[in-house]
């Protein structure tokens, strides 16, 4: 009750982009063919809602010379040709190659931090981190990348949860991930942690612990952004109702469309829009989410919370990398990439832009959608 008002609030205070003309725009778009052509990946500020790390690793894997360097060498380039502005990635967490393998989790963490500076060390600035309001794009840059480090899990931060530890010392690894640049903290995986329960523990499991309370107003304070992509939806109802500031899902889609307890259903859409958050929805394969369906549930979002609050997860495997496993021209393909896999980032965007346009959006709605939300999300809660 409380949290619908919450996000009439906020979208009085901060709807003027669209404001309630986004229907009468999309039936009117719908009714007259598209002649014009649209912008290219380029003219947009693009930020990918989360880019696993597999290709790091999987090229790692190969201890081959030439896949030594996999951002500089094989990643960066496509990014550039595809527009994409900014990548929010993990730096670290609970699924095991988010933690390069490792068994411990905060070592792992620690690890995938220093392989992730390490790269982007190599660049020649072309690629560099966002920390702070300054480093947050105004425009579309072609000629670099900057990446959003976030933590996938809240389980390398944990310290022993005894109430008689210290209360200043209970925070002390976030706020050293932080120092080293991560601004982004999903609270769980799929499973539990010290500070809630992931989906996995059921999609009306516990709310979240004392610690997961005090980590969220420690990020709040600080400037980080708090990601719920696995978290349980009664989590995220109680972050809701804690949090000051705006929280994410940076991957997840609609139960609306795939039927799954991983994905969200409408009352935590509408949790996640009553704090100024928003949902990325994400590419999980040519038969699941093919692009129509992808915009489909943009549409239903926009419907159900207004376009502030929707993004793009991730467009899925291109050309470059077509699947976990298989490094074009290195690793044997065991299969034909077809489809999305078949294509490069510069078409992925092209032609997911070219199914909103079909779809009735304006070239402002597409530059919320592909990045702008986001942006002014960071603008609310990083740091000067
Ligand atoms: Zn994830």
Redesign the pocket.
Known sequence: MSKEITRREFMSQSCSVVGGSMLGVMISNRESPVSRAYKSPHDYIIVEG?RDIWEFNDRFDTRRKSQNSPLKDFLLPRLLEGGVDVVII?AGGESVPERSGHERLFEGSMRVVDMLLTEIEKTNGKASIIKNKADIPAQPDKNRVKFFLDL?GGASIQIDPEPDYHPDRRLALLRNFYRLGIRGM?LT?HGRNQLADGWWEGKFSGKLSKFGVEVVQEMNRIGMMIGV??LSATGIFHLAEITTKPIVST?TNLTAFINTERQHNDEEVKAIASTGGLVGIRYISEKTTPYELLVKEIDYMVNLVGIEHVAVGWLGHDKGNPYIGQLPGVTKNPRKPTGVEAQSMYEHWNNFIGVLYKHGYTDEQISLILGGNFIRIWNEILAE
Request: net charge negative; aromatic share 0%.
């Open positions: 989360h993990p996938e999903q995986h992509s696995h991957h």
